[in-house]
């Protein structure tokens, strides 16, 4: 039995308070007439309304999600107060209503349907019980209330079927503005990479047809050579972002990774510090995907520190961490948000993929990356990926 999705929890939390306070205004509003004459004391009553409260708070506390039960003891309970005269039978007809209609409109299905019923019947044994059987008056009285107990959890269905055709419709939109989002930034990165490789075919371009003139030189050369580089490099790099998440996952040393990037990396002079990295950290990884990512913070790093970089490794709980730190002039809060997406770069030299690779090979090795801010003044990127372990019974040699 599960609750329409519709429905919030606020919503359900309101009907728990609203049967909590019926039944504790109740017993409270009964003690006070007991109190002033006992010609208006009623053990039963007292009784049945004790029991009903205390029902109440149980479920106002531990009752997360709607069942059928309980709104077939409102209406039991409700029967149980009525048969003693501690409210008329139009008052419980009326009562009636609302747990005819909230199990409807909460459960739906034929739960609604046996409410009804179940309401119905009780209203059926009041007659028979109290007067004995139906009279012309009582029997046109038990038909009407009958009735209106169907037309209520009839409405409640209808009521139920429109917000549930308002929630698809709402959703319909929401999915059509995030294709138009969608299909907004593909249309961006296009423009991004065309401009990207624009550029550097230009320069080819000039330094070849100045060469076909008879220019020659080592200059026009050297600039065909740094082009195709880099034309090289914004291919390669869009590739990997490209590129479908690999099913082929080992067990992966993120301490070995790090150390074997620290030793090969250019540290354009400047000093890189480790901190941990006494421990193996394993992760369960595409073992080019996890190095590609730990090279290119790395890297983004040390071409935006001033003179320092961090590096630190530790284990948290379930995770391996990382923290790629430096102390250049960090990332402005505006820009957070952006700077994993593809071509969003500050340098003017950089294709902007770097960090939307690192964010993609870490989204599929099932971890993830943020950034904030460094306490040595600049950047402090935060990478963590679900840590391994020998008896991690998930993993099949």
Do not use: C
């Amino acid at each position: 039995m599960s609750e329409s999705s519709f429905i919030s929890d606020r919503f359900y939390l309101i009907y728990r308070v609203g049967r909590l306070a019926f039944s504790v205004g109740l017993l409270v509003l009964l003690l006070s007439i007991s109190s002033i004459s006992k010609v208006f004391f009623d053990k039963f009553s007292l009784a049945v309304l004790g029991i009903y409260s205390v029902v109440s708070l149980f479920i106002f506390l531990f009752s997360k999600r709607p069942h059928l039960f309980e709104f077939l003891l409102d209406e039991l309970f409700l029967f149980l107060l009525v048969l003693k005269g501690a409210f008329s039978y139009t008052f419980f007809s009326i009562f009636l209503f609302f747990p005819v209609f909230f199990s409807e409109l909460f459960l739906g299905g034929y739960y609604g349907y046996l409410s009804a019923l179940v309401g119905i019947f009780l209203q059926f044994l009041y007659f028979i019980v109290v007067y004995g059987g139906f009279g012309f008056s009582s029997l046109i009285q038990f038909v009407l209330n009958g009735s209106a107990l169907v037309l209520m959890m009839l409405a409640s269905k209808k009521l139920k079927h429109r917000f549930e055709s308002q929630e698809r419709y709402i959703r319909a939109l929401e999915k059509e503005r995030e294709d138009a989002e969608l299909y907004k930034r593909l249309y961006e990165i296009s423009a991004d990479l065309a401009h990207e490789l624009k550029n550097p075919l230009a320069s080819i371009k000039g330094a070849v047809e100045l060469m076909l003139e008879g220019k020659r030189s080592d200059r026009l050369l050297k600039i065909v050579k740094r082009e195709s580089e880099r034309l090289d490099s914004i291919i390669k790099d869009f590739l990997n972002l490209a590129r479908p998440f690999s099913e082929t996952k080992v067990p992966v040393s993120l301490t070995s990774v790090v150390k074997d990037i620290l030793s090969s990396v250019d540290p354009y002079g400047k000093r890189i510090e480790l901190v941990g990295g006494e421990e193996e950290l394993f992760v369960l990884a595409d073992p080019r995907a996890i190095r590609s990512a730990v090279d290119n913070l790395v890297r983004n790093a040390l071409q935006w520190s001033r003179d320092r970089v961090r590096i630190t490794l530790m284990a948290d709980g379930d995770w391996a961490s990382l923290f790629v730190e430096d102390d250049g002039p960090g990332v402005p809060e505006e820009e957070r948000s952006r700077i994993f997406e593809p071509f969003f770069s500050k340098r003017s030299d950089g294709s902007g993929l770097g960090l939307a690779i690192v964010k993609k090979f870490v989204l599929d090795m099932g971890g993830f990356v943020i950034v904030d801010r460094s306490s040595l003044g600049g950047a402090k990127f935060i990478m963590k990926l679900p840590l391994y372990r020998e008896e991690d019974e998930s993993f099949s040699t």
